[in-house]
């Protein structure tokens, strides 16, 4: 991206929080083979931007939070 700033936060904590990175599948949740692997697919889909991104470990920390608190309203 290497552009810095609120907008691009914003964007990078709402797609953490749809693709479910941070998440943890609950338990008796709904674990059949398209499901856990279209769950799978989307966290893939975000750890391959993420991987272009150099963040600090601030930065880390603060997408984490943000995507966590932006999960709860999903």
């Given at each position: 991206f290497g552009k810095e700033g609120e907008d691009a936060e914003i964007v990078l904590a709402d797609l953490a929080a749809f693709t479910g990175f941070y998440q943890v599948e609950p338990p008796g949740a709904d674990l059949s083979p398209y499901k856990a692997g279209y769950n799978a697919g989307l966290r893939a889909a975000f750890g391959r931007l993420f991987h272009f991104l150099?963040?600090?470990?601030?930065?880390?920390?603060a997408l984490e939070e943000a995507a966590r608190a932006e999960a709860e309203h999903i």
């Open positions: 150099s963040l600090s470990d601030e930065q880390l920390r």
